[in-house]
Structures are given as C-alpha cells and as structure tokens.
C-alpha cells in the first residue's frame, strides 16, 4: 500500500492511502484470502464496516467503530474491509456506497443491513440485539447457513450445489459458451487427477455462490478433457486441471488466480464488474445534481459543453458520446459524470477557471479537497484518457477551487435534444414611420 502524503497533498488521486485501522485496534482487518476462513466459517456473530479510505462519513466513523470492537470484544466480532482496495468483495455484497455496514449472524451468506446509528453506543445495542436475537433462534432449533460451505482446510470450500456446475462438452460447447452473452470460468479436467479431485468441491461451493451474486451473468462450467479430447485440444490443455475464462468475441484467456472458493468467487466478480453498465452522464439541472454527484463520488468529471446554437444536435451528441465512451471505460473507478452548457452555470465556471472561452472544457473536482484539474489536452477519446490515467495515478497540476467551496448552480430546463433556435425579435410596425421625412434626414 503506497502512502506518498507529499503527492496527495498537491493531488486529486486518493487511491494509495492508507487504511482507517492498524493491527493494534480491536477492528479485524478484513480481505479477500481472510473473509472466508474469518467470518464465513465462523460461529460467530460479525458487524462488517465496508469503507474507502477517503471517505469522510467513514472517517468520522472509524473512532465508533474501534470505541465499539472494544466494547464487544470476545462478544461480537467486528470488522471492517477496505472495499476501494478490495472492491470485489465489496461488489459480492452489493456495496455502493461507504461507509456500509453488514451483520453476518445465522446465515453468513445472506447478511443483513445494519440500520442502527453511527454512535459506539447504538453500534453495540445493535450488536447486542442481534446476539440475542441469534441465540434465540438456536434455542429454538433454528440454525442458518453458515455452515453450508463446510469447514475444509485450505480456504474453507464447501458443498455448494454441483448443478451450478454446468457439464460442458464437445456437442454443447459453442451454444452455451461461444454464443453466450456470459462470462464463463471453465474448468478442464481428468478424473483421474489428484488435484482436480482437491478443487472440485472448491469449485462446486463457487458455482453456487457466482451465480447468486451474479444473477448467473458469470458461470462456472467443467469438461472432462479425457473424454471431450476435440475440446482440450482446440484449447491445448495440456494438464489438470486448467481454467480458462471465456467472454464472447474475445479470445479465453488462462485463469491466474487461487484456487480456493474465495479466490474463484473473487476473480469471477472481477470480472463481472467488467461487464456493470458505466454511470450515467447527467446534465447539471440543479444544485441536487452536483451537490450528489460530487459529495458521494470520489472525483466528479464536469465537461462545459459549447452552447447548442455553436454545434446543434449532432455537434453536443458528438461530445456527449465521448464522455459516455470514457465514463464506460472507467466505470470501475468512483467517479460522476456531469455536463453542462457554456454559460448556463457561471459561477461554475468561474470557480474553475473556466469562464468564457475554450469549449468544450472539462474538469475533475475532489469536493473533499476542494480542489480540481483541467484538461490540457484536446476533447478527445485519446485526450480524455491521457488526462484522466495522470489523474489516476496521482500527476497533474491541481489548483484550490475558486471560494474553497462547490459554488451555487442554478436551476434550468434540460436539454430538450434539439437544434438550438435563436430568439425571436418583436416585429417593427414601420406603417407610421415617413420614410419621405428619414430620406430628407439623410440629405
């Protein structure tokens, strides 16, 4: 984890910060090769804080949070996962915002929000509500799915549901897989083999749970390569078990990760993250729309576009398709995306050093910051890339919002995704008007 303060302090980019709790807390620090073996195996009851390291409700929380582990220690576990690091994990559990707070009591696998307050007093009533309510239930013979992956050694697979698993081969091949909108993970394997009789039930207990957390967009599949040889020769499978991952019109790729069902579910989620539609682009209508674009957005990207009497329709569609083209391509990263018309939002525009002239102009705005880059380039697919890669990685000049605030944004009509029309002039009733008498004037 890189923590260069001296970059962050003059820098946009806040992706290499460290962490909101050390070793020396009562927090568990929570990641993708502990989660499964600390919380999923365990009896125990967990209150998981999923959070960013720059976020500020986060921040707040973190003393509550420490305050209440101690307070509950050896009672109630509880955790916390850098989900901007380790956004797949936040992503199996549906996060979409920080800080998010989970509670995995009976059935780890579905766990329930929290809905308690940020105080270490309401965090531990909680917790405590919910032992009791845990302990209830088990003296009413009531027991959850926590077990249902089993406890095996070496990363805690389990007995999910072989069904999950589809059985690919050489007849049913390219109709399920080539064909299919789907990414697939497929597994290439002997019976025979010692390995991928160690993988298999790791494999299964990922099935099962990639589908749920995918709505089945990422499936696992599995061909026997001793029996199905056109296969494991068109792929040149040359041991077991190999994995491939298969997305339609690319070429499969080899699976690099663990091999553990945490690992499996992690990569498959990587990858159906890939596959998430990228946010919306709006238009700034209001104060609303930028006040929550860019409060709960790690950085806002503001384009100013030309007023629609200088391009026309096809002329703002034109820009408004890069910025969708570029949010696309960084759809994993926490960014808005807004637009505006040059000269609809002044003060706007004034703050960034804008004002007047050379539209199309874009900026990305850290609101906890205040503070904000321009880009220098042109308004390009190739321009926009390079201007945000030097963001990402913590280059670019940066300068102070103008007022050291997000300044007021005025309320107007959107779009309507027509030409624009100039305004109509009032007609001059000239029927009074001698003209005998002007031309004498002249004379």
């Not at 209830?136 to 549901?161: C, E, F, I, P, V």
Request: proline share 4%.
């Amino acid at each position: 984890m890189r923590a260069f303060l001296g970059v962050l302090a003059c820098s946009l980019t806040v992706l290499s910060v460290h962490g909101l709790y050390s070793a020396s807390d009562d927090v568990v620090e929570l990641n993708p090769s502990n989660f499964n073996r600390e919380v999923l195996q365990s009896d125990s009851l967990w209150l998981i804080e999923f959070y960013a390291p720059w976020c500020g409700h986060c921040k707040n929380l973190a003393p509550d949070w420490k305050k209440a582990a101690t307070a509950l220690k050896g009672i109630v576990k509880v955790g916390a996962v850098d989900a901007d690091q380790h956004n797949s994990l936040g992503g199996q559990y549906g996060v979409r915002g920080f800080p998010t707070i989970k509670i995995f009591g009976a059935n780890k696998n579905k766990p329930e929000d929290y809905q308690g307050g940020r105080s270490s007093q309401a965090i531990v009533d909680t917790a405590l509500n919910a032992l009791r309510s845990l302990v209830k239930d088990r003296l009413g013979g009531k027991t959850g799915g926590s077990s249902d992956y089993g406890r095996q050694s070496g990363g805690g697979g389990g007995a999910g549901n072989k069904k999950d698993v589809v059985e690919l081969t050489d007849d049913n091949f390219d109709r399920n897989v080539l064909d299919s909108d789907d990414v697939w993970l497929v597994e290439f394997f002997a019976p025979w083999c010692g390995h991928c009789k160690n993988l298999e039930p790791e494999w299964t207990a990922a099935a099962t749970e990639v589908k749920d957390q995918t709505k089945g967009k990422v499936k696992l599949g599995a061909v026997d390569a001793t029996v199905h040889q056109g296969l494991a020769s068109r792929y040149g499978i040359r041991g077991f078990p190999t994995i491939k991952i298969f997305r339609k019109g690319e070429e499969p790729e080899d699976y690099q990760g663990g091999r553990t069902r945490s690992d499996i579910v992690a990569r498959a989620l990587d990858l159906f993250s890939d596959n998430i539609p990228p946010p919306e682009l709006q238009e700034i209508l209001n104060e609303d729309v930028m006040k929550k674009t860019c409060e709960d957005y790690q950085l806002c990207i503001i384009s100013v576009l030309p007023h629609i009497l200088d391009t026309g329709a096809s002329g703002r569609n034109s820009y408004l398709e890069v910025m969708r083209t570029m949010a696309d391509k960084y759809k994993k990263k926490m960014w808005g995306w807004l637009w505006t018309e040059a000269g609809a939002q002044m003060e706007l525009e004034s703050s960034l050093g804008i004002g007047g002239f050379g539209y199309p102009a874009m900026a990305a705005i850290n609101a906890r910051k205040m503070k904000f880059a321009l880009l220098r380039g042109s308004f390009s697919e190739t321009g926009i890339h390079e201007f945000l890669r030097e963001l990402s990685v913590g280059r670019g000049s940066t300068a102070t919002v103008g007022g050291g605030a997000l300044p007021k944004i005025n309320t107007v009509e959107p779009w309507d995704g027509k030409d624009g029309e100039l305004p109509m002039e009032d007609d001059i009733d000239l029927s009074d008007v001698d003209l005998d008498e002007l031309e004498k004037d002249e004379l």
